[in-house]
């Protein structure tokens, strides 16, 4: 294994890496500033159309997809510490880039499994980012952790599918340019094969019948920038048969495919938020005094900096491992290390966000750092695409099946 970048990788890197610091981080404050003038607070403040432009100015733009008909044509390993660096900012840096979930999945859907049609009428306007998605899977009436037990219906009649049930947490949905869902539901809800009850369809917003209700609150935020997370009720909502994605049945294998990579990506980017709280650590103790020391000449902060880093370490080579893998043997060949990753990486970042919050005291949990709401996001990623212990018991048994 040789993690070393590449010189596309290298070149693509410092193009970030400049972006970032010229463009990303100045517009922050401005975003929230524009964001508390919008009519809507739904609505996208101006200047992230403005980033967007200068991304794609700059030739950052799609880097995720790695079918170079459709985007960038990265493995997983080049795409890596390109999307460490957009974790710095990732309420700003993925939109920026069209890199942001849960378009990035969707679009990765549309590409592998959608038909040619389907890919006209919505990958395309979602590469160029156009319009956003939404992807409408868990439910608040069951445990959404084990996918066959979800109970929303597609029905089929005649030349189109009913869609009836109750959804919640699907991000991007209170966001205007929301126009697609793509939902999971039971089409043969007593099939004896409970991973062929399932199929996905794709259910434009506007179609009647569709409800966005409310928003969800995460840890007190409704997440304005990812365009919210919302309850959907489709209230037989009916939609023609070729919007249909694969064939009947395939909701289950569709969804195991579009998860792997948005788990790698959700890694990739925690280590850019853990990054970033460790600048922020590291600056508030050089530059805090208390009991008329630094703090950052108080030992317990150093074994707090010095974790941090370790810890960080650590899990980076583990993401770079299981991207390496992916790339190698597949994402079935990596199936333990994706599970790993999916298991460590959030809750060791949150651990380390968590320090520096506990070193900015009161300014750590306020608005004027970045840490409580990325505190929010990691802790929010140990429950996404799976809860740590659906990947714990799924990794464990694999480990036990060698010894049986």
Not at 82 to 89: F, P, Q, V, Y
Not at 149 to 173: C, F, H, L, M
Not at 307 to 334: F, I, P, Y
């Amino acid at each position: 294994m040789d993690f070393a970048m590449d010189a596309r990788t290298e070149e693509l890197r410092e193009r970030l890496l400049a972006f970032m610091t010229e463009h990303v981080y100045p517009a922050e404050p401005v975003a929230e500033e524009q964001r508390a003038a919008l009519a809507s607070p739904w609505d996208t403040p101006p200047v992230v159309a403005e980033l967007k432009a200068e991304a794609r100015r700059r030739g950052l733009w799609n880097l995720f997809l790695p079918d170079a008909k459709y985007g960038a044509g990265l493995t997983n390993l080049q795409y890596a510490p390109l999307a460490e660096i957009t974790g710095r900012s990732p309420h700003l840096a993925p939109t920026a880039l069209n890199c942001a979930a849960p378009d990035t999945g969707n679009m990765e859907v549309l590409a592998q499994f959608g038909t040619e049609a389907q890919r006209a009428r919505w990958l395309e306007p979602l590469l160029a980012g156009e319009i956003r998605s939404a992807f409408a899977m868990t439910e608040p009436e069951v445990a959404s952790s084990d996918a066959t037990n979800i109970e929303t219906r597609i029905e089929r009649d005649g030349d189109e599918y009913v869609v009836t049930g109750r959804k919640w947490y699907i991000s991007g949905a209170m966001n205007p340019d929301c126009r697609i869902f793509i939902v999971m539901g039971k089409t043969d809800p007593q099939g004896e094969d409970v991973r062929r009850q399932q199929s996905m369809l794709l259910v434009p917003r506007d179609t009647p019948g569709v409800e966005v209700r409310r928003a969800m609150r995460v840890y007190g935020y409704e997440d304005h920038s990812h365009g919210g997370h919302a309850e959907v009720v489709f209230h037989g909502a009916r939609v023609p048969v070729d919007h249909l994605i694969g064939e009947e049945g395939g909701g289950f294998a569709i969804a195991q495919a579009r998860l792997g990579p948005g788990r790698i990506h959700h890694c990739m980017r925690l280590i850019g938020m853990a990054e970033r709280a460790i600048e922020l650590m590291c600056r508030r103790a050089v530059s805090r005094t208390a009991f008329g020391r630094p703090l950052a000449a108080q030992g317990q902060v150093h074994a707090w900096i010095a974790d941090a880093r370790v810890a960080v370490e650590q899990l980076r080579l583990l993401v770079l491992k299981t991207a390496w893998l992916m790339d190698t043997v597949g994402n079935k060949g990596a199936h333990t290390e994706i599970q790993a990753i999916k298991i460590a990486t959030p809750r060791t970042v949150v651990d380390v966000i968590d320090r520096a919050v506990q070193l900015h005291g009161a300014g750590g949990v306020s608005q004027d750092f970045p840490l409580a709401e990325l505190w929010a996001s990691a802790r929010t990623l140990r429950l996404a695409d799976g809860p740590d212990e659906v990947h714990q018991r799924s990794l464990a048994r694999r480990e036990l099946k060698r010894y049986a």
